[in-house]
């Protein structure tokens, strides 16, 4: 057991997946592993470990936010030695050829600060998915017929920006799409020499205003849980 995961030793896989939403992991696991128990519930944060495919799996929730995530990538590293850790989640849309329900597989993170920000001070590290990773996952998108986006994502510290300017800035360098972890987990990953990978749904878009419905998003999600397992097992 650590501070924030009460699962025993052995009770996490070494891969694991990472929904912000602890619900969503819930959804996750019933979902799409067998024999699928719960091993962590400290602080509302659940984490249920089974099989997908005869596959060991864990899919643990992570919070919301880079401190929040950094947390459980730390413990679920250091304490029960992870390590491919795939970061399932939502994200904005940030291009006009991104679409609501696409999915982004992220190649790199760009960030203006995060939990290790203090290591690096004045040197900005450029946190990047693992190859065998991004690779696996774009064919696993391209045989599910996905319409999907390889390339960079921006990882916010805030949901609620007063930086018009900075967007602006986002999508005139192409950035994909916005959302608030993969930029500390990649960094996380490079630090002890573990795998990781973001795959996103995009469930609303800064340009358009458009919002994916409520209704739509398990199906949808699916799509983005299946390219994660396929590509942690290729």
């Not at 999915?103 to 065998?132: H, K, L, N, Q, W």
């Not at 995009?202 to 398990?218: A, N």
């Amino acid at each position: 057991m650590t501070v924030h995961i009460g699962a025993k030793p052995g009770q996490i896989a070494p891969t694991v997946l990472m929904p912000g939403d602890p619900y969503r992991a819930r959804w996750a696991a019933e979902t799409f592993l067998d024999g699928a128990e719960l091993v962590n519930e400290v602080r509302g944060m659940l984490g249920f470990t089974g099989t997908w495919r005869g596959n060991p799996v864990t899919i643990q929730g992570s919070g919301m936010g880079m401190p929040s995530l950094s947390i459980y990538a730390n413990e679920l590293i250091r304490d029960y030695d992870a390590q491919t850790l795939i970061r399932i989640g939502s994200c904005g849309g940030m291009q006009d050829h991104v679409a609501i329900r696409d999915v982004i597989i992220a190649m790199t993170a760009s960030t203006i600060t995060s939990p290790s920000s203090g290591i690096f001070r004045e040197f900005s590290f450029a946190p990047c998915a693992d190859y065998g990773l991004l690779q696996a996952a774009v064919k696993a998108a391209e045989g599910k017929g996905s319409k999907t986006h390889v390339g960079g994502i921006y990882s916010s510290d805030v949901f609620y920006s007063e930086r018009p300017d900075l967007d602006e800035q986002m999508m005139r360098h192409g950035i994909l799409g916005v959302e608030m972890e993969a930029a500390e987990l990649y960094t996380l990953a490079a630090r002890h020499g573990r795998r990781a990978l973001a795959v996103l749904t995009v469930s609303d878009h800064l340009l358009t205003g458009e919002l994916l419905p409520s209704e739509d998003r398990e199906r949808t999600f699916g799509d983005m849980v299946e390219i994660a397992l396929e590509a942690a097992f290729s």
